[in-house]
């Protein structure tokens, strides 16, 4: 069974632009979330999504967005990109709740 | 406002012996607690889990314990592995008002070393 595919797994962007990244959950999960991850405050929670709609938001400014397509795919979009954006994405997906987040292996994300 | 901790960096262990990372927490409406390991340029990956109403879990070298009147939790690994060198990290969740609604609220993590 393939895990949670995100791409890109690495890119770079400067200041004031913004970025799509992509995430295809496993098979037959329908909830996808997505994560933070800095050196300095850890893995923070973004948003979750279940059949479209978002259920769950972290505190994350407005720039932060994201989505869910009917086949359970999920983007997340920043927009006008700063420094501090530079992180690890990560996207997770899981079957039931409780139960466990698969991840995947994340979007590095660069801003200069 | 870290309502997960894990106040150990780093820890290191030799191979064989009993690793025991912890965990604290603050908001008492958290029920649901997980482990998770991960390595460099990877995702996190699942370990273990325990639900609020169970004290202890366990699988395989893997056990979690929980004092809920500490608010605390902890991973038992025994014994060591090499491959066990990693950053381990617990996260926390709570019933959100949707019902299934999840969200993990991680500590910092513990980078783990075994020594051979």
């Known amino acids: 069974k393939a895990g949670v595919t995100q791409t890109p797994r690495y890119l770079i962007k400067t200041r004031g632009q913004q970025v799509t990244l992509s995430c295809s959950p496993i098979?037959?999960?329908?909830?996808v979330s997505w994560y933070q991850q800095t050196p300095g405050q850890g893995l923070q929670f973004l948003f979750e999504?279940?059949?479209?709609?978002?259920?769950n938001k972290g505190n994350f400014p407005g720039r932060f967005s994201g989505r869910q397509f009917s086949n359970s795919r999920s983007e997340m979009n920043v927009s006008t990109l700063e420094l501090g954006d530079s992180a690890l994405y990560l996207c997770?997906?899981?079957?039931?709740?409780?139960?466990?987040?698969?991840f995947g292996e994340g979007s590095r994300l660069t801003v200069l | 406002d870290q309502q997960v901790k894990q106040n150990s960096p780093s820890l290191s262990v030799q191979e064989g012996r009993i690793s025991i990372l912890n965990c604290d927490y603050t908001?008492?409406?958290?029920?649901?607690f997980l482990w998770y390991k991960k390595y460099p340029a990877e995702g996190p990956t699942f370990l273990i889990s325990?639900?609020?109403?169970?004290d202890k879990n366990e699988d395989g070298r893997f056990t979690v314990f929980l004092n809920k009147s500490a608010k605390h939790l902890s991973l038992h690994i025994v014994p060591s592995q090499p491959g066990d060198s990693a950053v381990y990290f617990c996260a926390a969740s709570s019933r959100g008002i949707i019902q299934g609604a999840q969200k993990l609220v991680f500590g910092q993590g513990t980078r783990l070393t075994i020594n051979p």
């Open positions: 997770a997906s899981s079957p039931r709740w409780p139960g466990e987040l698969f």
């Open positions: 098979s037959g999960h329908r909830s």
């Open positions: 999504y279940f059949s479209e709609t978002q259920r």
């Open positions: 908001n008492s409406m958290f029920d649901y």
């Open positions: 325990i639900s609020s109403i169970k």
